[in-house]
Nanobody, 122 residues
């Protein structure tokens, strides 16, 4: 089992920045691919960014490329999402997820956090 706890969400004005953190506990964190998903009201959950277990592979949704950066610190069992130049359309609940394999085409991840709200005001 892997337990994931997100933090860092909040309310920010358009153009601002937030840094989300996801602390993992349980089984060996460094063996898991990590990802950030988001879900806005009335919309499907979508993959925002993913990082492989050593950080060699990265994925970003087109909508966040150049603005968001995913990173991980395996020594601290933590994955981060730095979000810059935020837009109102980035408003959503952001979820951290872990998976043994590299997946960027589905939401079929093994473990999920409880989510953290990000609200961007115009």
């Amino acid at each position: 089992q892997v337990q994931l706890v997100e933090s860092g969400g909040g309310l920010v004005q358009a153009g601002g920045s937030l840094r989300l953190s996801c602390a993992a506990s349980g089984r060996t964190f460094s063996r898991y691919c990590m990802a950030w998903f988001r879900q806005a009201p009335g919309k499907e959950r979508e993959l925002v960014a993913a990082i492989s277990w050593r950080g060699g592979n990265l994925y970003y949704a087109d909508s966040v490329k150049g603005r968001f950066t995913i990173s991980r610190d395996n020594a601290k069992n933590t994955v981060y999402l730095q979000m810059n130049s935020l837009k109102p359309e980035d408003t959503a609940v952001y979820y951290c997820a872990a998976n043994e394999g590299w997946i960027t085409t589905t939401t079929d991840y093994d473990y999920w956090g409880q989510g953290t709200q990000v609200t961007v005001s115009s």
